[in-house]
């Protein structure tokens, strides 16, 4: 199954840090890449594709224009579509449904006021709590639940470095 975040209405200056959060944040947690829509930013594109070089796996980023576009073709060629939202069903009431499906998912997380047609094109609306929440909060939980701890268990190809846990350092190895 694809696992790849859309994320919505990116603007430049304004976003660029949260958006690169989202990112880091979807590529750390198993997702197999990222969509942008909004303003063009090659800057975060960048920055996001210098970790995946350092830090391995296959983690694309697309930029986008046209969201809508995005989540049409999702739907038709038979994934689902995952919105994160805080006025949405449950996390813990819908996880094993979005879980049990092995269709491709695009998760989408907005930044400006998500258009309402987002909530009716999505195959689930889900809220990480009912509250006004960080999307980057709100995805890095979500996929927490989905990947059920196995993030933590990862193997980034082609990695030129990798983070040995420590209790009370920074160890750091380069293999390559």
């Not at 195959?123 to 639940?145: G, H, K, R």
């Amino acid at each position: 199954m694809k696992l790849v975040v859309l994320r919505l209405g990116h603007r430049l200056h304004r976003d660029e840090r949260v958006t690169t959060h989202v990112c880091l944040t979807a590529r750390a947690f198993g997702c197999d890449g990222i969509i942008i829509s909004g303003q063009p930013d090659e800057g975060v594109k960048k920055s996001v594709e210098d970790v995946v070089q350092r830090f391995g796996g296959k983690f694309f980023i697309e930029i986008r224009q046209d969201w809508m576009k995005v989540m049409k073709g999702w739907l038709e060629s038979g994934g689902e579509v995952v919105h994160l939202t805080m006025y949405g069903l449950p996390l813990p009431e819908v996880i094993e449904g979005i879980r049990s499906s092995d269709k491709d998912k695009l998760i989408v997380v907005g930044s400006e006021k998500v258009p309402r047609k987002v909530y009716e094109m999505a195959t689930w609306n889900v809220s990480v709590t009912s509250q006004p929440i960080s999307e980057v909060a709100a995805l890095a939980v979500f996929l927490d639940w989905f990947q059920q701890h196995r993030e933590f268990y990862i193997n980034f190809e082609n990695a030129k470095i990798k983070v040995i846990p420590s209790p009370r350092e920074k160890k750091v190895v380069r293999l390559a």
